[in-house]
């Protein structure tokens, strides 16, 4: 990897992480194993029923080759509405 950190500047927006060429700030966090315990394991295979998602897991298997960039969620703030009063509409008081 020392070829491609020659040529990295300050001024560019890429990012190492762990050897890995990166274009973003948001790193690809690793997912928590998913084990059963001896009481929960079945004796035999085909009453195993499968866990997990299979589109996230391909999902984020393709993050972390750096196929699809990950992002993180943005929270979208809400505007507060302005309150006013036309003219035509207003009271008229004597």
């Known amino acids: 990897m ?43 295979l085909r009453s195993v029923k499968p866990e997990g998602n299979l589109l996230e897991d391909r999902y984020r298997s393709m993050q972390m080759r750096n196929l699809v960039e990950p992002r993180a969620k943005v929270n979208k703030k809400k505007t507060k509405k302005k309150k006013f009063e036309k003219k035509s509409f207003r009271e008229i008081t004597v």
């Open 2 to 44: 020392p070829l491609i950190r020659g040529h990295l500047s300050k001024k560019d927006t890429f990012c190492l992480v762990q050897g890995i060429l990166s274009l973003t700030d948001v790193t690809v966090d690793e997912p928590e194993m998913e084990l059963k315990l001896s009481s929960e394991l079945v004796p035999n």
